[in-house]
């Protein structure tokens, strides 16, 4: 099992950008595919970006392609979503989750983390 814990959430203008990381715990890191998810308010949860355990494949939302990008590095067992041109409607709980194998569906990924807050205000 893997603990994730993500940080680097706060309130931003639009057009601007923030980082954020989520941390995980134990060894094994390397072996996960690595995703981001978001839930805006009285929305569902929606895929936002996925990556594979080596970092050479990734996958994208339409609604975030061209602004946010996907990273990991291993030796820090770390995962980061550089979001950049943010829109209002980027407004959610952000959450990084791990899985078997990169994925947009959230039934795919087997341990999720607490959630960090990402406000964008016109």
């Known amino acids: 099992q893997v603990q994730l814990v993500e940080s680097g959430g706060g309130l931003v203008q639009a057009g601007g950008s923030l980082r954020l990381s989520c941390a995980a715990s134990g060894r094994t890191f390397s072996i996960y595919a690595m995703g981001w998810f978001r839930q805006g308010p009285g929305k569902e949860r929606e895929f936002v970006a996925t990556?594979?355990?080596?970092?050479?494949?990734?996958d994208y939302a339409d609604s975030v392609l061209g602004r946010f990008t996907i990273s990991r590095d291993n030796a820090k067992n770390t995962v980061f979503l550089q979001m950049d041109s943010l829109k209002p409607q980027d407004t959610a709980v952000y959450y990084c989750?791990?899985?078997?194998?990169?994925?947009?569906?959230?039934?795919?990924?087997?341990?999720w983390g607490q959630g960090t807050q990402v406000t964008v205000f016109s």
């Open positions: 989750a791990a899985g078997r194998r990169p994925s947009s569906g959230p039934g795919d990924y087997t341990n």
């Open positions: 990556i594979s355990r080596s970092g050479g494949w990734t």
